[in-house]
T-cell receptor
Framework: AQSVSQHNHHVILSEAASLELGCNYSYGGTVNLFWYVQYPGQHLQLLLK??????LVKGIKGFEAEFIKSKFSFNLRKPSVQWSDTAEYFCAVNPTGANNLFFGTGTRLTVIP | DAGITQSPRHKVTETGTPVTLRCHQTENHRYMYWYRQDPGHGLRLIHYSYGVKDTDKGEVSDGYSVSRSKTEDFLLTLESATSSQTSVYFCAISESTGANVLTFGAGSRLTVL
């Protein structure tokens, strides 16, 4: 079955550590890719998106993601996390022509001060 | 919340009772979506609408119906609530499909006893 996989369910880091969250998808063809973030008690917000062009995408709050087509991956990175980055992060895929975003199961990030 | 209002925000109901959740937008976006969020499952699409009176099923539509009689309102109805429908329900809007950049509402937490 086609899917979006986030293998890290819960990541715990100390402040200033580097972050990389994995996202792999199994949809063929052209896709649009997204990372959404959900801070505690809040709704989902768009962190960054990739439609085409430069596979390295920069988003808000110092986050970036790299699209590697050959690996069907769109990993999220941040060189130095802050306590305020504590949240749940969702990868999402929109296959071209689909009227839906397919979400991964999410990765909970806890940053320890 | 970018012009999206969900009501009620919290509801506790009993098995077998009907429940209607309302999503109201002031953005005049064409596309509206209902997702449910459950631990370990991420977000899953229930139904979506691509215009007034135009709706379609998502991944987990069983037990749910929707209606959209006006551009600004998208109603989600549980005809006979079950405990498995205990969840947090998010409405989202999108100006256009394809790109599918979704803006989410604050969520409605439903508990079915």
């Amino acid at each position: 079955a086609q899917s979006v996989s986030q293998h890290n369910h819960h990541v715990i880091l100390s402040e200033a550590a580097s972050l990389e969250l994995g996202c792999n998808y199994s949809y063929g063809g052209t896709v649009n890719l997204f990372w959404y973030v959900q801070y505690p008690g809040q709704h989902l917000q768009l962190l960054l998106k990739y439609f085409s062009g430069d596979p390295l995408v920069k988003g808000i709050k110092g986050f970036e993601a790299e699209f590697i087509k050959s690996k069907f991956s769109f990993n999220l990175r941040k060189p130095s996390v802050q306590w305020s980055d504590t949240a749940e992060y969702f990868c999402a895929v929109n296959p071209t022509g689909a009227n839906n975003l397919f979400f991964g199961t999410g990765t909970r990030l806890t940053v320890i001060p | 919340d970018a012009g999206i209002t969900q009501s009620p925000r919290h509801k506790v109901t009993e098995t077998g009772t009907p429940v209607t959740l309302r999503c109201h937008q002031t953005e005049n976006h064409r596309y509206m979506y209902w997702y449910r969020q459950d631990p370990g499952h991420g977000l899953r699409l229930i139904h979506y609408s691509y215009g007034v009176k135009d709706t379609d099923k998502g991944e987990v539509s069983d037990g749910y119906s929707v209606s959209r009689s006006k551009t600004e309102d998208f109603l989600l109805t549980l005809e006979s609530a079950t405990s498995s429908q205990t969840s947090v329900y998010f409405c989202a809007i999108s100006e256009s499909t394809g790109a599918n950049v979704l803006t989410f509402g604050a969520g409605s937490r439903l508990t079915v006893l």
